[in-house]
């Protein structure tokens, strides 16, 4: 029998990794919390009506890139392809709102969606993101596009365009649907097929194209900042004008039009442009999607705004961060494994040492002295504290510091001082 393998386009992030990961949480989390969000944790999976009422019908999650099973035959689940619709029905299903006007939530967690593995396009992806819900204002997309830049900052990440633009309310999207299927449709026959098929299901979409066939077509297409109302272009400008003032550089771009159905006016995407991300080139996008909580049900309008970011893309975005080992130190017992006084003074030393706050290594193999000297070397033990049996009868413990090779017998609790006192330096 062959040995297990990991699901197509799903990852493992091993130990040597995982501490990039961290990172980025622990900057995450610093971020969010000096702008005011708090952290929401929603289940991986929802009812599938959810995605397909929120995110759209129409759109290319919803009709192939959704993971959805039954539940034991009862309803329909889907593993969530992102964290919007599952933090709108939270908000509604636990009445925050009428407990706050104005709330602020983040999120980060594992996204599923069934899309080809590229490098930097995943099944399992993480996302990190912010929603705001209650707060119609310009203001409130502004600074949370800046909160965007200042997190991908913090992560080092400096080639980075910030693209934005305006959907309008849903009158304008519904009237520049028409424009755009009026210019499209007689070029029907030299678009690419993926946007002849978009040109039924989802004709802005078409915008988004990278296909060589469309680039010449789309460039002509009427623009949607063209169709905004009075008070779409008052916001949009709005927003323009407080990024300039928070000195975030942004470009607009007419063609933006984002891969999910929800969004209303102010739209945005993140993208790196250092080119080590190839043609997954979008760290992340967000924007504004006051019609959201009507269309699942509530029964009011609530307005909101949000954005996802793509973990992986921005770990390889990233800089590598300079290695840093914490302090640790080892703790070896000259003694087999079958000496229980020994390995056991020794696991109580480390035991002590761990409830001290200190990181200590123990191999409880017990082999030789070599190897376990060996291995306190490869973990970058900055002292190696050493117990045989005389040390044991005399309570009493051999520390080495590695650095200068020194070694001092001193009594066991002399010995965790000296290692606290090392440790504070
Ligand atoms: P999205 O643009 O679909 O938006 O995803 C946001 C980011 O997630 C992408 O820019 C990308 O970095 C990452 N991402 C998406 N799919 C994959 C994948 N297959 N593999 C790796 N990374 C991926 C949303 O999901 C919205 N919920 C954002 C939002 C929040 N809008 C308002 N609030």
């Given at each position: 029998m062959a040995p297990p393998i990991a699901v197509t386009g799903m990852n493992d992030i091993l130990p040597g990794e995982s501490a990039r990961w961290q990172a980025l949480e622990t900057a995450f989390r610093t971020v969010c919390d000096r702008y005011g969000y708090r952290e929401v944790r929603t289940p991986v999976c929802e009812y599938v009506e959810l995605f397909s009422r929120g995110i759209g019908g129409g759109t290319d999650i919803v009709q192939k890139e959704m993971y959805t099973f039954d539940d034991r035959g009862e309803r329909t689940l889907a593993l969530r392809p992102e964290g919007t619709a599952g933090a709108v029905r939270a908000v509604l299903e636990h009445g925050v709102l009428a407990k706050e006007p104005v709330v602020r939530w983040c999120y980060i967690g594992p996204m599923f969606r069934a899309e080809r593995p590229a490098k930097g396009r995943y099944r399992q992806f993480y996302q990190v993101g912010v929603e705001v819900y209650g707060d119609p204002s310009p203001a409130a997309d502004a600074e949370c596009i800046e909160l965007a830049t200042r997190f991908i900052r913090d992560l080092g990440i400096t080639d980075f365009k910030v693209r934005v633009n305006s959907l309008g309310g849903e009158g304008t999207r519904a009237r520049y649907r028409d424009a755009l299927v009026a210019y499209f449709t007689p070029?029907?026959?030299?678009?690419?097929?993926?946007?002849?098929?978009?040109?039924?299901?989802?004709?802005?979409?078409?915008?988004?194209?990278?296909?060589?066939?469309?680039?010449?077509?789309?460039?002509?297409?009427p623009s949607i900042l063209?169709?905004?109302?009075?008070?779409?272009?008052?916001?949009?400008?709005?927003?323009?004008?407080?990024?300039?003032?928070?000195?975030?550089?942004?470009?607009?771009?007419?063609?933006?039009?984002?891969?999910?159905?929800?969004?209303?006016?102010?739209?945005?995407?993140?993208?790196?442009?250092?080119?080590?991300?190839?043609?997954?080139?979008?760290?992340?996008?967000?924007?504004?999607?006051?019609?959201?909580?009507?269309?699942?049900?509530?029964?009011?309008?609530?307005?909101?705004?949000?954005?996802?970011?793509?973990?992986?893309?921005?770990?390889?975005?990233?800089?590598?961060?300079?290695?840093?080992?914490?302090?640790s130190v080892a703790v070896v017992a000259a003694a087999k494994g079958d000496n229980l006084t020994v390995t056991g003074a020794a696991l109580a030393l480390a035991r002590?040492?761990?409830?001290?706050?200190v990181t200590a290594h123990v191999d409880t193999r017990f082999v030789s002295m070599k190897s376990q000297f060996r291995r306190?070397?490869?973990?970058?033990?900055?002292?190696?504290?050493?117990?045989?049996?005389?040390?044991?009868?005399?309570?009493?413990?051999?520390?080495?510091?590695?650095?200068?090779?020194?070694?001092?017998?001193?009594?066991r609790a002399q010995a965790i001082e000296a290692v606290l006192a090392a440790r504070s330096v």
């Open positions: 070029l029907r026959e030299q678009l690419s097929p993926e946007s002849q098929s978009r040109l039924e299901r989802n004709p802005l979409r078409i915008l988004d194209s990278k296909d060589p066939r469309d680039i010449p077509l789309k460039a002509a297409a063209d169709a905004l109302d009075a008070d779409d272009r008052a916001h949009f400008d709005a927003v323009c004008a407080l990024l300039t003032t928070l000195e975030v550089a942004h470009v607009v771009d007419p063609t933006l039009v984002r891969g999910l159905d929800y969004y209303t006016r102010t739209v945005f995407e993140i993208v790196d442009t250092s080119g080590s991300l190839g043609a997954q080139d979008a760290l992340g996008g967000g924007g504004r999607y006051d019609r959201l909580f009507l269309n699942l049900g509530a029964d009011a309008s609530v307005p909101a705004f949000g954005f996802g970011l793509g973990v992986e893309r921005l770990l390889l975005s990233a800089p590598e961060p300079v290695a840093r080992k914490g302090f002590d040492l761990r409830a001290r706050g306190a070397d490869d973990l970058g033990a900055a002292a190696v504290l050493i117990l045989g049996d005389s040390e044991v009868q005399a309570g009493e413990v051999t520390v080495k510091t590695m650095a200068t090779g020194e070694q001092t017998r001193l009594p």
